[in-house]
T-cell receptor
Framework: AQSVTQLGSHVSVSEGALVLLRCNYS??????LFWYVQYPNQGLQLLLK??????LVKGINGFEAEFKKSETSFHLTKPSAHMSDAAEYFC???????????FGTGTRLLVSP | NAGVTQTPKFQVLKTGQSMTLQCAQD?????MYWYRQDPGMGLRLIYY???????DKGEVPNGYNVSRLNKREFSLRLESAAPSQTSVYFC????????????FGEGSWLTVV
């Protein structure tokens, strides 16, 4: 079965610091991978997705993620955190040929001044 | 831009009561989904509908039923609510085919007492 593991339920950074949120996937076939963001009391919004084109994927709000098959990873980064980035971030996998998303447990990003 | 609309946004039920969560999308998507979100567990798929007239169980279908009323609408019914069904429920939709972005509604907060 396909799955994703997000390391760290909470990550704290200072404003202006590098953001790194980790995601590792388990899949026997090349998957589609997604990062979603959830602001308080809102639904989920797509940040970016990997669909087997470029391995470095750029998303909204300055975020990007790199697909590394050898490490089965799809970590999310942003060079400089902003206060408005404080939210919960979910990594998700959609096995090739299936539409359903399987989500990780989420990482809450805290940004301090 | 309505996107995916869910009602109600908040509901308190007594154990054993029934209720239906309504969902409608205006993006002409074939596929629709119901997820539940619980702390520390990410989002888990309850039911999905790949196209009008079809529904399939997801990861946690017990205690729920769904109806794909037409292409736009996909409802989730709790026949006899239990405290374990206290959760935030998200409806979502997407184009057919793997790798397509899944768009989420704002969520419905359900408390069963």
């Amino acid at each position: 079965a396909q799955s994703v593991t997000q390391l760290g339920s909470h990550v704290s950074v200072s404003e202006g610091a590098l953001v790194l949120l980790r995601c590792n996937y388990s899949s026997s076939v090349p998957p589609y991978l997604f990062w979603y963001v959830q602001y308080p009391n809102q639904g989920l919004q797509l940040l970016l997705k990997y669909t087997s084109a470029a391995t470095l994927v750029k998303g909204i709000n300055g975020f990007e993620a790199e697909f590394k098959k050898s490490e089965t990873s799809f970590h999310l980064t942003k060079p400089s955190a902003h206060m408005s980035d404080a939210a919960e971030y979910f990594c998700a996998v959609s096995p090739s040929g299936f539409q359903k998303l399987v989500f990780g447990t989420g990482t809450r990003l805290l940004v301090s001044p | 831009n309505a996107g995916v609309t869910q009602t109600p946004k908040f509901q308190v039920l007594k154990t054993g009561q029934s209720m239906t969560l309504q969902c409608a999308q205006d993006m002409n998507h074939n596929s629709m989904y119901w997820y539940r979100q619980d702390p520390g567990m990410g989002l888990r798929l309850i039911y999905y509908s790949a196209s009008e007239g079809t529904t399939d169980k997801g990861e946690v279908p017990n205690g729920y039923n769904v109806s794909r009323l037409n292409k736009r609408e996909f409802s989730l019914r709790l026949e006899s609510a239990a405290p374990s069904q206290t959760s935030v429920y998200f409806c979502a939709s997407s184009e057919s085919g793997s790798g397509n972005t899944i768009y989420f509604g704002e969520g419905s907060w359900l408390t069963v007492v």
